[in-house]
């Protein structure tokens, strides 16, 4: 590429400046590739990665999976309702949560004027305050505004988005008296209503909000027109989902989602007593419908000859309830169960470095360069001033600056934290796509033989049942062939993978708990991985994945009677007519929440007759 030729980025700002409505995907990465050719296998898919992780960045919002818009194009005129708190007017701010996601908080010039033109300004926090002074939250300075107003608890602020290009806003005072917010009820219910829906049909545990509330604002009648209430206040009144750290929005009702430690500004109401016993009442009838239901479908299919009704509970032997830690109601052992304590002399190492000589950790050229990238891209991404106060800072005081951030940073720049990845890339053909467990033999074994000094103390901390890693080795390589099988018949490479990736989930559960492999599936052992052990212990469950799951093991047992493995995959098919009760375990595990007195007689209700 010759200096003169314009970026992937350049390209993608100039087009939303050009665009005013609507834009079809392949429409939008035409253009670019007009302007800069590519030679590439998929010269889309560079393009689409810029828009997944740098869309709103580069002026663009995605509305679906085939539609986008410029970002202009939605701020601009849009009006929403800003109600602070009495802790807020106290301190003389309005925190930028109030504005999140109309603003981009990356900008390095966030503009906000009154209704004269008088520009406001931003606020920080002064860490020379005595402890118990206010917490004071980065935002707009308003002690002058609101004194002018005689600004009270219940009063308004609606704020215009004049300038998306510049980031400026204009705001205006709204008495409590004077507002009219019945006549938005409407638009209140529906915002609620369309929040929910897109939270609900998210695949993720957390979302950005602004991936779920800007696009509603922008195809809604109402984005330019009187605004009613603050989606966070409709948020934290519904009790369906929550919005955790001010950032993110989620549908399940996990207290371990709470990721910073950092004060909020929105909090979700106590439920009053009342609601909570009708809601928890109400949530028992429910899985007394469930139990009903799935006491029925055992019975039909020990009575069709699937089955001998025997219930097997060996992943029940191991406690869903941590009763020694500080949540109780701990749900999964994903992150929960990972060791990064500092009570101990272990030298956790979260950054993956200490095997390395200190000298060793220099890095040169390229590496460097990459380095010093993203640390200024960081930095740029922080509010204005507040690199200036981290490079000022001693290093802890420097930590704890950053450390309020860190819940829009994961939002606004997500590629800055890339996440553990196990799977297998979908290009790198000549990887086996199923061997991607924990439970690998060879990886296993690659482990053990590279170590030759174990000290004596630490054996019983090794994982030393080889009949666990052999039978997953086995199961393994029959989901390998499984994605092989697929691929011949035509299915594309991200189907196979999916597909073989799904039965994985059941082929760890059985090395775990009964060191069988797939070959030796059977009816009792899927019930109790679905109804059981996948809701508890598979991270990121959703309906929808345990559907997939009974659908992808359906097509797996189906392959291995075709290629004489088995002589019987009736049991396979039995639990596949019962996914939808499999996705409402997983639907009701998700409302029930971790903070409720009932709790533990919910769970023990819903997971019988594993928990008897």
């Not at 919910?602 to 019988?608: I, S």
């Amino acid at each position: 590429m010759s200096n003169q030729e314009p970026t992937i980025a350049h390209i993608l700002r100039m087009l939303a400046r050009e665009y005013d409505g609507l834009v079809e995907e392949r429409q939008l990465l035409d253009k670019v590739l007009e302007r800069r050719p590519s030679t590439a296998k998929n010269p889309y898919a560079t393009i689409r990665e810029r828009l997944r992780w740098d869309g709103m960045a580069l002026g663009w919002l995605r509305l679906s999976r085939s539609q986008l818009v410029p970002l202009r194009v939605v701020l601009g005129g849009l009006r929403f309702r800003c109600l602070p708190r009495a802790q807020d007017i106290a301190t003389g701010t309005l925190p930028f949560a109030h504005i999140q996601p109309f603003a981009n908080l990356q900008h390095v010039d966030l503009r906000m004027c009154d209704m004269e033109g008088e520009r406001l300004m931003v606020a920080y926090p002064d860490r020379s305050q005595a402890d118990e002074a206010p917490i004071v939250l980065p935002g707009f300075d308003l002690r002058t505004w609101y004194a002018r107003h005689g600004f009270a608890v219940g009063d308004s602020i609606l704020v215009t988005v004049t300038d998306p290009d510049r980031a400026t806003f204009q705001i205006e005072y709204e008495s409590a008296a004077a507002a009219r917010l019945a006549l938005v009820a409407a638009q209140d219910a529906e915002l609620i209503e369309a929040i929910v829906a897109r939270v609900n049909r998210s695949q993720r545990s957390l979302i950005p909000c602004e991936e779920i509330i800007l696009p509603i604002f922008a195809l809604a009648p109402w984005r330019a027109a009187y605004p009613g209430s603050p989606w966070q206040h409709l948020v934290t009144r519904d009790g369906r989902i929550q919005l955790v750290d001010d950032t993110f929005l989620t549908n399940q009702h996990y207290l371990s989602l709470r990721l910073f430690t950092s004060d909020g500004v929105f909090e979700s109401a106590p439920q009053p007593e009342v609601e909570r016993i009708a809601a928890d009442t109400a949530l028992l009838a429910e899985i007394e419908v469930l139990q009903r239901d799935l006491r029925q479908a055992r019975e039909d299919d020990a009575d069709a000859g699937l089955w001998n009704g025997q219930i097997q509970r060996a992943s029940a032997a191991y406690s869903a309830f941590d009763y020694y830690g500080d949540d109780p109601h701990v749900r999964g052992t994903g992150f929960n169960a990972l060791d990064y304590d500092d009570s101990d002399d272990d030298q956790d190492d979260l950054l993956g470095l200490g095997g390395l000589d200190p000298e060793d950790a220099l890095f040169e050229g390229e590496e460097f360069a990459r380095l010093q990238a993203a640390h200024q891209e960081l930095m740029s991404a922080l509010p204005p001033g507040v690199p200036e106060q981290i490079e000022a800072a001693r290093p802890e005081e420097a930590e704890v600056i950053i450390s309020q951030y860190l819940n829009m940073l994961l939002a606004k720049k997500p590629h800055l934290f890339p996440p553990l990845d196990l799977s297998v890339n979908s290009d790198e053909e000549s990887l086996e796509p199923a061997a991607e467990s924990l439970f690998d033999a060879e990886a296993w074994q690659e482990s053990i033989e590279d170590e030759a000094d174990w000290d004596e103390d630490d054996e019983d901390g090794l994982p030393t049942d080889d009949d666990t890693a052999r039978v997953y080795a086995e199961s393994s390589d029959l989901a390998s062939q499984f994605y092989d099988y697929l691929s011949e018949l035509g299915k594309s490479n991200s189907t196979a993978r999916a597909r073989s990736r799904n039965v994985l989930v059941y082929a760890e559960f059985l090395a775990s708990y009964y060191n069988r492999s797939l070959a030796s599936g059977d009816y009792a052992t899927l019930d109790e991985c679905l109804f059981y052990y996948y809701p508890r212990r598979v991270m990121n469950t959703s309906p929808r994945q345990v559907r997939e799951i009974c659908t992808s093991i359906k097509q797996f047992y189906g392959f291995m009677k075709e290629r004489g493995v088995i002589v019987d995959d009736r049991f396979a098919h039995a639990l596949w007519r019962r996914r939808d009760q499999a996705a409402r375990v997983v639907q009701i595990y998700d409302r029930i929440a971790s903070d409720s007195p009932n709790f533990e007689s919910l769970f023990m209700r819903l997971f019988q007759p594993y928990t008897e």
